[in-house]
């Protein structure tokens, strides 16, 4: 069973490269938002060498213009983007493609996982889910840093609740290293330190669960100290801070994203309801019916914890549905399990089948939508006003 879900998996991915691939066709890269600082920074690594990092972040503190773009805090993406087009070559699409890499190990590490705490056959179909999501797609064909926020977030989550399972060392020092590596891909992944220390507080204090110093240094103290240490080690130790402050004070004065990152707490909603409406229908429709059960899965509830946490967090930041693509992972889990939920109840003789036309179907309006928002209205940046133009609900 394990060799036929391998080959099940292989050829998914086979799919979902093609599709991206094939979506790459006469696409337009922005050369003067985030994807022509991420190149810029990378070919002047490529060119001078990490030696040369320092000097980045002297040219953004010294450029107030820069400081809507992205910042070199990235230093994890810029610096595997500047190997990648030492390899590849100086251009747009090599580094789009390093998106679709990070896209396609995205898609190989919640395969492993979920085929670990939910078997292969919901494992496949999780998957699927993933691969043909609008959101995962999309950042899959842009010279951005989301596909690969998308991995090593999902990598942590998963690792984090590994390792509560079976309190290993070895998994707690990868957990580390993996974390450390998503906060140096993108800064506000050390968002996620607060999730885990949250759910570390309920584990010792609703739940009795021995949760000792260490792992609470380890887990929520460790990756960030790391990511502070690899940018002193790249010369960044006298503007850490201020590019930081940079970073929380520049949405204020910056016109887009007064125009386009304002909003409600349930804008996200909105949002990802906009890009899939029959996952976010299900998916919240799953988390309702949970809390009204009496028996509980711990890892779904780890999940749904991990989910309202997260969400509630990055509700404090200014708001773009890409900038929370972590979220979009336990959605589409939340999604499969309210259709099996369903199928189990209307459909107990066909389970599986039931559940695979189903997750057929479902992708495939995924696919639709993917292609009218991305590739058809060509949507760089799916902000709420482009996402309800592209759908046609405003003019």
């Given amino acids: 069973m394990e060799k036929k879900s391998n080959l099940i998996f292989f050829l998914l991915l086979a799919l979902a490269f093609t599709a991206v691939c094939l979506s790459l066709k006469g696409i337009e890269f922005n050369g003067v938002a985030d994807e022509g600082h991420y190149l810029g920074y990378a070919s002047h690594l ?34 595997i983007s500047a190997l990648w087009l030492k390899i590849l070559g100086h251009s747009f699409f090599n580094l789009a493609c390093l998106s679709v890499f990070f896209y396609l190990l995205f898609l190989a590490v919640n395969f492993y996982f979920s085929r670990v705490y939910f078997g292969s056959n919901l494992a496949l179909l999780f998957t699927i889910l993933l691969a043909f999501s609008p959101i995962e797609m999309a950042m899959a064909r842009r010279a951005l840093l989301e596909s690969a926020v998308a991995l090593t977030c999902s990598a942590s989550i998963w690792l984090f609740w590994d390792y509560l399972q079976r309190r290993k060392s070895y998994k707690l020092f990868i957990f580390a290293l993996v974390y450390a590596a998503a906060i140096l891909i993108k800064e506000s992944s050390v968002l996620l330190s607060i999730v885990f220390a949250g759910f570390l507080l309920i584990r010792a204090l609703y739940f009795k669960l021995r949760v000792t110093l260490a792992e609470v240094i380890a887990i ?6 790391l990511f502070v240490l690899a940018l002193i080690v790249l010369g960044g130790g006298p503007y850490i801070a201020y590019i930081s402050q940079i970073i929380i004070c520049s949405p204020s004065n910056n016109a887009y994203a007064l125009l386009f990152g304002r909003g409600p707490w349930f804008r996200y909603l909105i949002d990802f309801f906009a890009l899939s409406p029959l996952v976010m229908i299900l998916s919240l429709g799953f988390i309702t019916y949970y809390f009204t059960l009496k028996k509980r899965e711990g890892t779904v509830s780890y999940f749904i914890f991990v989910f309202l946490a997260a969400f509630c967090l990055f509700n404090l930041f200014t708001k773009n549905v890409r900038y929370v693509i972590l979220l979009d992972m336990p959605l589409r889990l939340f999604t ?13 003789k066909a389970v599986m089948p039931a559940m695979t036309v189903c997750v057929l179907l479902l992708v495939s309006a995924d696919y639709l939508n993917f292609h009218s928002i991305f590739v058809r209205e060509a949507v760089y940046d799916p902000v709420s006003f482009s996402l309800f133009k592209a759908n046609h609900m405003i003019p």
């Fill in 46 to 79: 490529e060119a001078n060498g990490i030696g040369s990092y320092k000097d980045l972040f002297w040219k953004y503190t010294q450029n107030p213009d820069w400081w809507i773009f992205a910042s070199p805090l990235r230093a994890g993406f810029l610096i």
């Fill in 220 to 225: 929520c103290v460790l990756p960030p100290v």
């Fill in 336 to 348: 499969l399990l309210m259709i099996k939920e369903l199928c189990q109840r209307y459909f107990p």
